[in-house]
C-alpha cells in the first residue's frame, strides 16, 4: 500500500490557474500509475488524468487541452497543472496510484479542496 497527501488546491476565479501536488509514500517501487480524481458535491468520484510511469497520459476530455499531468519519479511526487478553470471544475481532488495491473488503490488521501468562483 501507499499513502498520499494531496496539496495546492484554493480558491481562484474563472479563468485563473492551480497546481496541485501528491506525494507518494510506502510501497512506491510497486508504482506504474498515478491519476488525479475529482468529486464534486453530490457526484461521484471521476478521473481526471493519469500517467504511466514510461509517460503514458490520458484525460478526461472535459479537461483536455487544460490540464496536463506529471510526474517527478525522483521526488515521488505527482502534479497536476490546471489552466483555464471553469465553475465546473470544482470539487475535491484526490490522488491515487496503482501497480502495473491498473487496479488503484483502495485508499485514499484527504484531497485538496478546488473551489472556482464564476
Known amino acids: 500500500q501507499v499513502q498520499l497527501v494531496e496539496s495546492g488546491g484554493g480558491l481562484v476565479q474563472a479563468g485563473g490557474s492551480l497546481k496541485l501536488s501528491c506525494v507518494v509514500t510506502?510501497?512506491?517501487?510497486?508504482?506504474?500509475?498515478m491519476g488525479w480524481f475529482r468529486q464534486a458535491p453530490g457526484e461521484q468520484r471521476e478521473l481526471v488524468a493519469d500517467?504511466?510511469?514510461?509517460?503514458?497520459?490520458r484525460y478526461a476530455d472535459s479537461v483536455k487541452d487544460r490540464f496536463t499531468i506529471s510526474r517527478d519519479i525522483t521526488k515521488n511526487t505527482a502534479y497536476l497543472q490546471m489552466n483555464s478553470l471553469k465553475p465546473d471544475d470544482t470539487g475535491v481532488y484526490y490522488c491515487n496510484a496503482a501497480p502495473m495491473d491498473g487496479t488503484y488503490y483502495t485508499s485514499w488521501g484527504q484531497g485538496t479542496q478546488v473551489t472556482v468562483s464564476s
Open positions: 500517467m504511466t510511469r514510461g509517460g503514458r497520459t
Open positions: 510506502g510501497s512506491i517501487f510497486r508504482i506504474n500509475l
